[in-house]
Nanobody
């Protein structure tokens, strides 16, 4: 019912910045989405939670290891969620996923296909 499409990944040098976008669409509309989040997964590693935001703009929460570097935001008019990533490090290299939950505190119900971020040293 909800489709998520990430974009904005690419190759960047250490210390650089990228802004990831997640466009949400579906016949039910984004009003059905309570929470949007970002995750990442590097080869051979677990999928890590990065950041969360409620559709009303509240409930912003970050994993400790990205605080001060990553910023999550949303634009309801564009049905989009963003992840601004600054001061990127080689260890940030991963496939980045957008996710959506239909209930606050519920499971992540929808996932995007992922966008690759590669940070060179």
């Amino acid at each position: 019912q909800v489709q998520l499409v990430e974009s904005g990944g690419g190759l960047v040098q250490a210390g650089g910045s990228l802004r990831l976008s997640c466009a949400a669409s579906g016949r039910r509309g984004t009003f059905s989405v309570a929470t949007m989040g970002w995750f990442r997964q590097a080869p051979g590693k677990e999928r890590d939670f990065l950041a969360r935001i409620y559709w009303n703009g509240g409930g912003i929460y970050y994993a400790d290891f990205v605080k001060g570097r990553f910023t999550i935001s949303r634009d309801n008019d564009k049905s989009a969620v963003y992840l601004q990533m600054n001061s990127l490090k080689p260890e940030d290299t991963a496939l980045y996923y957008c996710a959506a939950a239909t209930r606050l505190g519920g499971n992540w119900d929808y996932w995007g296909q992922g966008t690759q971020v590669t940070v060179s040293s």
